[in-house]
């Protein structure tokens, strides 16, 4: 008689090293959001100790939990805390706006800086603030809104046209186009009329030393319900990449999916920009690297991108603050320096296409 067949061992092997392999990659991208967060602390104390007279860490952690010196105190407490807590939420806020562009557009390119959205707020401020007379930020944030909006939809009107519609690469140069007519009309009022817009000069380049509790109690509810949005939104985002019709036929809601995230980066940007300014780059950059970490899951993308992105901004804060100290560049100006590049090298280095 013929012996009988050896049991299908290959295939349960295979499906059981399969399953290894994404308990394994799970579980490093667990270790990698440890090691972010770890990472996050230590800018953030860095943060609060330099400047333009370094603080000891001991001294920092001194003011939190025990007497200090007066001076150490004050100098934390009036000015290198609300600076830290504007660069961690407006760090998050563009960031997660491109990290949502991204996957909505399906376009490697979409930054809040670079699609003009950011620029759309900036104008829509200063026209208020020149024209109308309005100062308060619980007022001028509601202008901001209104300029991203202006913005986003200019720059899609204008990248429609044609037989190929609004392609990635089109969504690109409208936004860079938009975007430049905004500054250029945005420097040119600031100009025309300093005296008005004379505490506004270093908020147009992009700076942290403007923060004030004032600015991050009003903005901070909007970025805190833009980033609830964005992450409800994540695993439809994941369905959307696949494909409108795909999408469709496993009964995602496309439609509810593309306006939660058109609001969050509204709110987003919008809130960012009037506490910080136009900072741009941010959003082009954090989420790449957060989707080199993470993968192509929204999931693990945004959670990434909420630790990876004031790691970034607070870096390049810190270092406007050494570089030149007594003085200090602002952060604007550093992210510009470092996201330009980084640009570059991303069309350089990989066609224009969906994501």
Not at 65 to 74: G, L, M, T, V
Request: glycine share 10%.
């Amino acid at each position: 008689m013929s012996a009988n067949p050896p049991a299908a061992t290959p295939p349960v092997n295979a499906a059981f090293a399969e399953q290894a392999a994404k308990v394994g990659i799970r579980t490093g991208r667990v270790l990698g959001l440890l090691v972010a967060a770890f990472v996050l602390v230590a800018v953030i104390c860095v943060s609060l100790a330099v400047g333009a007279r370094n603080i000891p860490v001991s001294d920092v952690v001194s003011v939190f939990f025990s007497s200090a010196n007066q001076i150490d105190s004050e100098t934390i407490w009036s000015l290198r805390l609300p600076r830290t807590l504007l660069g961690v939420m407006a760090g998050i806020a563009f960031a997660l706006s491109g990290a949502l562009m991204q996957a909505l557009t399906r376009n490697p390119l979409a930054d809040p800086g670079i699609l003009g959205i950011n620029a759309g707020a900036a104008f829509a401020m200063v026209v208020a603030i020149g024209l109308v007379g309005i100062t308060h930020p619980l007022s001028l944030i509601w202008f901001a809104f209104a300029g991203t909006g202006l913005a986003a939809i200019s720059v899609y009107l204008a990248a429609m046209g044609g037989r190929a519609g609004a392609t990635p690469l089109r969504l690109t140069l409208a936004g860079v186009a938009i975007g430049s007519i905004l500054r250029g009309l945005t420097s040119t009022l600031i100009f025309l009329d300093p005296n008005t817009f004379d505490h506004m000069l270093n908020w147009e380049v992009g700076s942290l030393a403007i923060a004030g509790y004032d600015n991050l109690i009003v903005t901070a509810p909007f970025v805190v319900i833009g980033i609830v949005l964005a992450l409800v939104s994540a695993p439809v985002l994941n369905v959307v990449a696949l494909g409108d019709d795909q999408a469709r036929s496993l009964g995602a809601g496309i439609g509810r999916a593309r306006m939660m995230v058109v609001i969050a980066v509204m709110l987003l940007t919008g809130a960012a920009t009037a506490a910080a300014g136009p900072l741009g780059f941010i959003g082009l950059m954090v989420p790449y690297a957060a989707r080199w970490i993470g993968g192509t899951d929204q999931r693990w993308i945004f959670a990434y991108t909420l630790l990876l992105a004031p790691i970034v901004l607070l870096s390049a804060d810190i270092l406007g603050r050494l570089s030149m100290r007594p003085a200090e560049i602002q952060v604007g100006i550093v992210t510009a320096f470092v996201g330009a590049p980084v640009l570059i090298w991303l069309v350089r280095s990989r066609k224009v296409s969906a994501l």
